[in-house]
């Protein structure tokens, strides 16, 4: 029994390392956080980000999934959240470099942690992939091993998350060292640019779907 959790909880690293390297809002502020904060900006955010994965989940096992899959709540979240990470990205583009940085702007005036929470809930395929993918695994650990199958997915799943973005921090304030003020706002400029038109998609496509 404890080699079958330990290799479910392989398989749900895997999985969830799959998720982490694709590009996306968390990822975004990952980068824009580290280069402002540091390498312990990534484990900040994954915090954020696996508060928001709780939340989530609790609503799974309280049977609301129905309601967060519905076309309604589609709706809704791909639009709040689509605004939510235009707001983000015109935030990270106005950063300025760390030795000027104005406290009142830029990321850190949500903090890594919140900002995690914030990347990962105004996301629609977030709430996509644990109404499917994430449930099914959650199911499947409970049918072979109760709560143990279930820590076993969570564990491994989280593992991925903190191991990837925590290597992308560490490497991204590294580089900070070396990136000079005049390529420091084109760098921000970019991340915010993409959460802009990842939000704005977001917007389109829940205003397209719903027609």
Request: hydrophobic share 50%.
């Amino acid at each position: 029994m404890i080699l079958e959790i330990v290799l479910f909880a392989v398989s749900s690293f895997l999985v969830g390392l799959s998720g982490a390297l694709v590009p996306g809002p968390m990822l975004t502020v990952t980068i824009s956080n580290s280069l402002e904060k540091g390498p312990i900006a990534g484990p900040l955010v994954v915090a954020g980000h696996i508060i928001a994965e709780i939340a989530i989940l609790l609503l799974l096992v309280l049977g609301l999934g129905w309601l967060i899959g519905s076309s309604a709540a589609s709706l809704l979240i791909s639009t709040i959240g689509g605004l939510v990470l235009i707001f983000m990205g015109y935030s990270i583009s106005q950063s300025s470099p760390p030795s000027l940085q104005d406290p009142v702007k830029g990321p850190g005036k949500y903090g890594s942690m919140l900002g995690g929470i914030l990347s990962s809930i105004s996301n629609p395929y977030f709430y996509i992939w644990w109404v499917t993918i994430g449930w099914a695994f959650v199911l499947q650990g409970l049918e072979f091993a109760g709560l143990a199958g279930i820590l076993g997915f969570m564990v491994g799943h989280w593992a991925a998350d903190l191991g990837f973005y925590s290597l992308v921090s560490f490497f991204t304030s590294k580089g900070s060292d070396i990136i000079s003020q005049k390529y420091y706002k084109p760098l921000m400029y970019g991340c915010g640019i993409f959460m802009i038109g990842l939000g704005v998609y977001f917007v389109l496509s829940a205003q397209v779907g719903a027609l």
